[in-house]
């Protein structure tokens, strides 16, 4: 069925199609996704680059204290981010995410800002520990009181250090909350 | 057949601690102001201007042979003695296995004191980091540098006098207060959702 949007000074624009997709045999599975079989699959922008983004989350390697012990706990063979997609990533150039794992001191505090500065955009930030979220017991002259001070935190994940399970905890929410975006791809953003 | 196990030490039994300290009090007895003992631990309290020659002594004396420097740091005894700085040597020989602490006494006014890098190398870093902390100067130190906080930090953090939490935010460390800035300058490009 083709129905052409007709403009105001009465030329039919052709781009501007209707495609009544009732008769074609489409399955909706959920919300915006619908299936014509035997293979295609037609969904919106923001659900397949959320879904693909939250898939492969690539955080840089990088710890800063006792935080990094659990973090690699986690990321090895008893936890396995990678069943998740989350594999560290050697440069920060070629990450998605920073885990800000352990006490940020004032003289760290210029490399980190610099290590989230070269990650590409999309980039997200989870604080890893007390310390990073909130100073932890360090209310010190030496040490940075929260990472958020000078970083968009997206996820906290609390403890000391927080076991990997928590760690797990707080990167799912991350991709949920990376689920929930809304045209993170578009360049009107 | 029982075995009986039997150990034989072949170096020789170490010194007392209190007869080390009597060694030096008799080499130097001008220069030990007091012995101090406590759970076994015997400190010889000494005067700064000699540090070297006591130390020297006590490393090279075949008897004593003190050739490892377990640690160097500082204590701060602000208000609580006369002499405000002390400065710690923790001895040890690996030859006889015996201890020794020798303390320096270091006044405010004057927080000079020898380097005793010429006779144990590895005390470098800790004299810089002793200075780091402290302000203690250890004259003819090779490369007397902050170790531990940025060369650009003021005060020096481990004095009782050092408040806690550190200096107020716009008297903070130039480099922090830099970082703060350019965050906030490129808050404007972050993703609001």
Known sequence: MHGGKRLSNGIKNERWEVIDTSAMGLIQVEEDVKILPPNIIITSFDKIINWGRLSSIWPTTFGLACCAIEMMAAGAAHNDLDRFGIIFRGSPRQADCVIVAGTVTKKMAPVVRRVYDQIPEPRYVIAMGSCACTGGVFKTYSTVQGCDSFLPVDVYVPGCPPRPETLLEGLVMLQEKIRKEKARWSPWR | ?193
């Open chain 2, 1 to 193: 057949m029982a075995v009986t196990q039997v150990r034989i030490s072949v170096f020789p039994a170490g010194l007392n601690p209190k007869d080390i300290a009597e060694k030096i009090k008799e080499k130097f007895p001008e220069q030990v102001i007091d012995v101090a003992e406590f759970r076994d631990q015997v400190s010889v309290i000494v005067k700064k201007e000699q540090i070297i020659p006591i130390l020297k002594y006590l490393h090279d004396d075949p008897l004593l042979s003190l050739d490892h420097l377990q640690d160097l740091t500082a204590v701060d005894y602000l208000k609580k003695r006369d002499v405000r700085f002390e400065v710690v040597y923790n001895l040890y020989s690996m030859r006889y296995h015996h201890h020794i602490r020798v303390r320096a006494q270091v006044p405010e006014n004057d927080t000079k004191i020898e380097s005793v890098v010429p006779i144990w190398a590895g005390a470098n870093w800790h004299e810089r980091e002793c200075y780091d902390m402290f302000g203690i100067v250890f004259s003819g130190h090779p490369d007397l540098r902050r170790i531990l906080m940025p060369e650009d930090w003021e005060g020096h953090p481990l004095r009782k006098d050092y408040p806690l939490q550190g200096p107020e935010l716009q008297k903070d460390w130039p480099g922090f207060i830099e970082v703060l800035k350019r965050s906030k300058e490129l808050k404007e490009f972050e993703w609001e959702g």
